[in-house]
């Protein structure tokens, strides 16, 4: 689903323009897609709430745990929820990879050329547990799908830009970057890991370094915090 109202050429530019400084500052990451989106979809799933440290322990406990992803369906869920624990919410979690592994098709998760981006991310998100955010990392990370996923820290990064077209949550603000940004997987994914990079180390939560900033230039945030200093 596109976003749910035009975006205006000036948002796109200015898209266009935060694009531009972070690759120039941090460089372009080449997208490898995984082709195991299976994988990629149960440690996304593991990783909401938690650090990167403790979803990467509890896939790593998980795969040890059990031989095969249908071992892991059968599965007691309290067995599936002690083997994920170090990831938090073992028991929600436990619960959402189960009903992923019943209801899922092998061909919801196969790289089809000839599927929309929003088509293929309805078929995951149909699924109980799996919002668009883990959708677009299966598309994306695992299929190489030009998806753009959505965290807190790129959510929190655009809202302080101006780069969202209004839009409030991180399914609207997804729409808008799919509307403007090029088509194709390798922008996608190089956008995307730049914004989180920069959410983490520069437009941090608490206390934003405007400062060092390589968009303090065009940043609406930024602006805003000088004209009450002045």
């Not at 709430?49 to 599965?75: C, Q, V």
């Not at 009903?99 to 293929?120: M, N």
């Amino acid at each position: 689903m596109r976003s749910s109202k035009p975006v205006p050429i000036e948002v796109c530019q200015k898209i266009d323009d935060v694009w531009l400084r972070l690759g120039e500052h941090y460089g372009h990451p080449e997208l490898r897609p995984t082709g195991d989106p299976l994988g990629q979809l149960v440690m996304t799933v593991l990783s909401q709430h938690t650090t990167d440290a403790g979803a990467e322990r509890a896939y790593s406990d998980l795969r040890a745990a059990f031989p095969d992803w249908a071992s892991i369906e059968s599965a007691p869920v309290e067995d599936v929820g002690a083997a994920i624990r170090f990831a938090g919410l073992a028991n929600q979690k436990a619960n959402t990879i189960q009903r992923v592994l019943r209801e899922l098709q092998p061909d919801d998760l196969a790289t089809d050329t000839t599927r929309s981006v929003p088509a293929a991310r309805a078929r995951l998100t149909a699924v109980r547990g799996i919002g668009d955010k883990t959708a677009s990392c299966v598309l994306l990370f695992a299929l190489g799908i030009p998806a753009q996923p959505v965290d807190t820290h790129i959510q929190r990064v655009s809202t302080r830009i101006g780069i969202t077209n209004g839009e409030k949550t991180a399914t609207g603000i997804q729409n808008v970057f799919e509307a403007c940004l090029p088509p194709d997987s390798q922008t996608m994914y190089a956008f995307h890991v730049d914004m989180v990079r920069h959410g983490r180390q520069v437009c941090t939560a608490r206390a934003p370094k405007c400062s060092m900033c390589v968009l303090s230039e065009i940043c609406d945030f930024s602006a805003a915090s000088r004209s009450v200093t002045t």
